[in-house]
């Protein structure tokens, strides 16, 4: 089975300007979860979606949004980019059935903003 | 607040030197405790999850045990390639119906030393 991808691995910005990332979860997996890694912070959640609602979300500023579509896949978008935004962003799959709720990480999207 | 702590933040060990690592939380309501490994430039890949205090997991050289407030991965003679950073995270039972979110500690970088 394939795993979690995400796309582009790899990006660069600059200040004022907005993003879009993607990632596709495991084949059957409903719920998506997006995480944001800094070297400072650690990993800290930024949302999670389920059959394309919104479950749950971290404290991180409205600049921050995402959306989950009908087969699952998921795009989250960064507007007004701030260098601090520079980061690994993560995205996270789960089976959500059963007692298997183990997330299933994809490679990340090194962010830079300049 | 759920919190995660995570100690050693790095740990230096030589190949066949069996070592613990520690992972301590407050949460409210532990609905599992997750540990992941992490290489330079991926995502987190699973290892375990634990759901009960007392509960026990094995896989190859690495052993997981939770307590009402901690968890430890045992790593028993380690070789180079267990080199990576070792990652803890807590699901509350409060996170919301159904909610996945994990809450993560910054944790320990393992490098093992032929």
């Known amino acids: 089975k394939a795993g979690v991808t995400q796309t582009p691995r790899y990006l660069i910005k600059t200040r004022g300007q907005q993003v879009t990332l993607s990632c596709s979860p495991i084949?059957?997996?409903?719920?998506v979860s997006w995480y944001q890694q800094t070297p400072g912070q650690g990993l800290q959640f930024l949302f999670e979606y389920f059959s394309e609602t919104q479950r749950n979300k971290g404290n991180f500023p409205g600049r921050f949004s995402g959306r989950q579509f009908s087969n699952s896949r998921s795009e989250m978008n960064v507007s007004t980019l701030e260098l601090g935004d520079s980061a690994l962003y993560l995205c996270?799959?789960?089976?959500?059935?059963?007692?298997?709720?183990?997330?299933?990480f994809g490679p990340g999207t090194r962010l830079t903003v300049l | 607040e759920d919190q995660v702590t995570q100690s050693p933040e790095a740990l230096r060990l030589q190949e066949g030197e069996s070592s613990s690592l520690n992972c301590s939380y407050t949460?409210?309501?532990?609905?599992?405790l997750f540990w992941y490994r992490q290489d330079p430039g991926k995502g987190p890949e699973f290892l375990f999850t634990l759901y009960s205090a007392g509960e026990e997991k094995e896989k190859e050289r690495l052993k997981a045990t939770l307590t009402k407030k901690e968890s430890f991965l045992h790593i028993t003679a380690p070789k180079p390639e267990d080199s990576a950073t070792y990652l803890c995270a807590v699901r509350a039972a409060y996170s919301g119906a159904g909610s996945y979110q994990l809450t993560f500690g910054k944790g320990t970088k393992l490098s093992v030393i032929p």
């Open positions: 084949s059957g997996h409903r719920s």
């Open positions: 949460v409210s309501g532990l609905r599992g």
């Open positions: 996270a799959s789960s089976l959500t059935s059963g007692n298997d709720d183990t997330q299933y």
